[in-house]
């Protein structure tokens, strides 16, 4: 009579589904926890066929009931990211120093973590201690920051998507120049229209015009610029004369 070979051992799963042992015709199943990382788990069959009997002189006792053991290691996703030193809302400045982290606990293994910018991969340097993995993205904000997406990405070996963090940035910034156009020549009595255009900004600026030291009504009108922040474009209409100096 042949000897019985042990139950193969479990394939690699995540802890949350169940781990079957095939023993000929009877199957152990067991369920896990998603705490659960490696150990051992124990597999029997008990002989309950009718016609199936040992001699009285066997020398295997213990026939009628065989146990499988077999060690396993458990493959869990990671816990969803979490970022910390910004929360949507927040505002920044232009020159301010921002550290980022995304930080993913549980996950065996644990998770990999990656930065990106407005889905543009920036940072892919993530450390890991214990249950935690942890991936800091440091930088100094810029004036195209504003309204930049900022995404974090966690993932392992069982993990069919990513999982995802991320925050959208509001940052203050004062434009950078003003530009005035109009005509270059004018004669006296005529009336002419002067132009000025701002830099971006957030917020937009308000532009006001003075001419010889007196203020001027004005027209404005505020748009958004397509790389962040606002442009503010005013006119004035003033007519000419010797008060008139037009610089």
């Known amino acids: 009579m042949g ?18 042992f095939h023993c000929n015709s009877k199957t152990c199943n067991k369920s896990f926890s998603n705490e659960c990382r490696h150990g051992q788990l124990e597999c029997g069959l008990e002989n309950d066929h009718p016609k199936f009997d040992l001699p009285s002189n066997s020398n295997f006792p213990h026939f009628k009931n065989i146990r499988g053991e077999s060690s396993f290691f458990i493959s869990v996703p990671p816990g969803a990211p979490q970022i910390e030193g910004y929360h949507d809302g927040d ?75 991320s925050v959208r940035l509001n940052v203050l910034f004062a434009p950078t120049k003003v530009t005035i156009s109009g005509p ?20 937009p600026v308000e532009v006001s015009w003075v001419v010889d030291g007196r203020p001027m009504m004005s027209t404005q009108a505020v748009t958004e610029d397509i790389a962040g922040g606002w442009v503010t474009s005013s006119n004035v209409t003033v007519s000419v004369s010797r008060q008139v100096n037009l610089l």
């Open 184 to 203: 270059k020549e004018v004669r006296k009595g005529e009336s002419i229209t002067l132009f000025c255009k701002t830099g971006s900004s957030n917020p």
């Open 3 to 20: 000897t019985r070979r042990p139950p193969p051992p479990p394939p690699l799963t995540p802890c949350s589904m169940p781990v079957l």
């Open 91 to 165: 505002i920044v400045q232009v020159g301010d120093k921002l550290n980022l982290a995304c930080i993913s606990r549980g996950g065996n293994p644990a998770a990999r973590l990656i930065w990106f910018r407005n889905d543009e991969q920036v940072d892919v340097t993530y450390s890991t201690g214990g249950r935690e993995a942890t991936n800091t993205h440091t930088f100094t904000v810029g004036p195209k920051d504003n309204k930049a997406v900022y995404k974090c990405e966690a993932s392992n070996v069982v993990t069919n998507q990513p999982l995802t963090a």
